[in-house]
C-alpha cells in the first residue's frame, strides 16, 4: 500500500480563491482526519470522519471550511475564499485503530 | 476540550545524552496517550504510545511515562544519536474513541553530534 495520498503537495494561491485539498486513504481504513500544522499551534484537528460520515467538525475555524467523504477512498478540504490566515501545511491522515497514518501533507500559501 | 501542554518547545543534548519532553493535559477521561515525531519537511509518524491502565512503557532507547493522578506524561529517549533529531508531538485523548487526540505544540530536538 502507498499510504496515505495527498495532492497537491504544494498550493500557491490569490487571496479570495477556491482552494480544494485532496486525499486518498489507506485502504481499509474507517477513520479519515485533516489536520492543519502552523508554527504557533501545532497540529489542529479540524474535522475526522468515521464510515465517510463527519463525526466532530468542531476544529473546523469558519464556515470558509468544508469537508467531504463521497466514498471511503477519497475526501476533499475545500477553502472558499482562501485568505492569507489560511497559509499552513494541512495533513490527512487514516487509521483502523488507535495509530493515525499521515499523508505528506500539502503546503498551502496564500498570497 | 482537551488541552494539551508541552514543554520545552525546544532542546538540545550532546550526542549520547538523554533527552527528556514533558506533557500535562486537562481531561481527566483521557485514556490514550501517543507520541509522533516528525522529521523535517516529513509526515508525523506514531513512534510510541501508552494507555492509562499502564504507567511505564519501554521499546528500546524510547520510554513513556504516566501519572494519571498529576495528568503528566513524559518521553524518554537515551543514548541520543543524531537521528532522533526531529520535532516530537505528544498527544492525548481516547475518552470518545481512540481516534480522536488533541495534540501538544511540539518539542523541536536537535542532538549534537
Known amino acids: 500500500d502507498a499510504g496515505v495520498i495527498q495532492s497537491p503537495r504544494h498550493e500557491v494561491t490569490e487571496m479570495g480563491q477556491e482552494v480544494t485539498l485532496r486525499c486518498k486513504p489507506i485502504?481499509?481504513?474507517?477513520?479519515l482526519f485533516w489536520y492543519r500544522q502552523t508554527m504557533m499551534r501545532g497540529l489542529e484537528l479540524l474535522i475526522y470522519?468515521?464510515?465517510?460520515?463527519?463525526?466532530?467538525d468542531s476544529g473546523m475555524p469558519e464556515d470558509r471550511f468544508s469537508a467531504k467523504m463521497p466514498n471511503a477512498s477519497f475526501s476533499t478540504l475545500k477553502i472558499q475564499p482562501s485568505e492569507p490566515r489560511d497559509s499552513a501545511v494541512y495533513f490527512c491522515?487514516?487509521?483502523?485503530?488507535?495509530?493515525?497514518?499521515f499523508g505528506q501533507g500539502t503546503r498551502l500559501t496564500v498570497v | 476540550g482537551e488541552n494539551v501542554e508541552q514543554h520545552p518547545s525546544t532542546l538540545s543534548v550532546q550526542e549520547g545524552d538523554s533527552a527528556v519532553i514533558k506533557c500535562t493535559y486537562s481531561?481527566?477521561?483521557?485514556?490514550?496517550f501517543p507520541w509522533y515525531k516528525q522529521e523535517l519537511g516529513k509526515r508525523p509518524q506514531l513512534i510510541i504510545d501508552?494507555?492509562?491502565?499502564?504507567g511505564e512503557k519501554k521499546d528500546q532507547r524510547i520510554a513513556v511515562t504516566l501519572n494519571k493522578t498529576a495528568k503528566h506524561f513524559s518521553l524518554h529517549i537515551t543514548e541520543t544519536q543524531p537521528e532522533d533529531s526531529a520535532v516530537y508531538f505528544c498527544?492525548?485523548?481516547?475518552?470518545?474513541?481512540?481516534?480522536?487526540?488533541?495534540f501538544g505544540i511540539g518539542t523541536k530536538l536537535q542532538v549534537i553530534p
Open positions: 501508552i494507555r492509562s491502565n499502564v
Open positions: 481531561d481527566s477521561a483521557s485514556n490514550y
Open positions: 491522515a487514516s487509521s483502523t485503530g488507535p495509530e493515525a497514518f
Open positions: 470522519f468515521n464510515n465517510n460520515v463527519p463525526i466532530d
Open positions: 498527544a492525548a485523548g481516547g475518552s470518545g474513541g481512540y481516534q480522536k487526540v488533541t
Open positions: 485502504s481499509g481504513h474507517d477513520y
